[in-house]
């Protein structure tokens, strides 16, 4: 079983920090995402990594930043947070395309509760 | 725009009484058509994948089926431990593996 581990279930910092949220999957996936969750809004993609050092943003990817130095390993940085940035982050792995471009599930870990005050 | 709505955002149900959840869809292209799964304080747990119109996926009490406008999670005799939401997502034939999530419909399964 895939296997997406979030170094922190809760957490809550103060505005104007620099907050540093982990995340690990142990499937050599190449691919991997970050989102977040917010009520009404559903998920929404900040970043994502399709190989080591490589980055793209989403759709919302202001006020965040992300690394990933290893293939197990993709980071996603609030370079100073904000109130506005509570919310629920979800990270997620996958791997490249199957057959006939078919596209494999992404997996998710269990979320990070952030709250900023 | 690729957009995804979802309906109810609500269900309830008796233990025993099957339904169907709707996944409507807009995409310039559909590459795949993904539904989840996701219990309260946990991330959204894979449950199935579509890819073309016609096609149907099982698993316990759930099916799934696919047309070009929209999807259907259908629940056959559920029960109270099928209480969750359900999340559906489409990714585009265009760009990278983006999925595009609806804001789920939240099931609960009264004994």
């Known amino acids: 079983d895939v296997k997406v581990t979030q170094s922190s279930r809760y957490l809550v910092k103060r505005t104007g920090e620099k907050v540093f949220l982990e995340c690990v999957q142990d499937m050599d996936h190449e691919n991997m995402f970050w989102y977040r969750q917010d009520p009404g809004l559903g998920l929404r993609l900040i970043y994502f990594s399709y190989d080591v050092k490589m980055k793209e943003k989403g759709d919302i990817p202001e006020g965040y930043s992300v690394s990933r130095e290893k293939k197990e390993r993709f980071s996603l940085i609030l370079e100073s947070a904000s109130t506005n940035q509570t919310s629920m982050y979800l990270c997620?792995?996958?791997?490249?395309?199957?057959?006939?471009?078919?596209?494999?599930?992404?997996?998710f870990g269990d979320g990070t509760r952030l709250s900023i005050l | 725009e690729d957009q995804v709505t979802q309906s109810p955002e609500a269900l309830r149900l008796q233990e025993g009484e099957s339904s169907s959840l709707n996944c409507s869809y807009t995409v310039s292209g559909l590459r795949g058509l993904f539904w989840y799964r996701q219990d309260p304080g946990k991330g959204p747990e894979f449950l199935f994948t579509?890819?073309?119109a016609g096609e149907e996926k099982e698993k316990e009490r759930l099916k799934a089926t696919l047309t070009k406008k929209e999807s259907f999670l259908h629940i056959t005799a559920p029960k109270p431990e099928d209480s969750a939401t359900y999340l559906c997502a489409v990714q585009a034939m265009v760009g990278f593996q983006k999925l595009v999530f609806g804001t789920g419909t939240r099931l609960l399964v009264s004994p």
């Open positions: 997620a792995s996958s791997t490249v395309g199957g057959a006939r471009g078919r596209r494999r599930p992404q997996h």
């Open positions: 579509l890819y073309s």
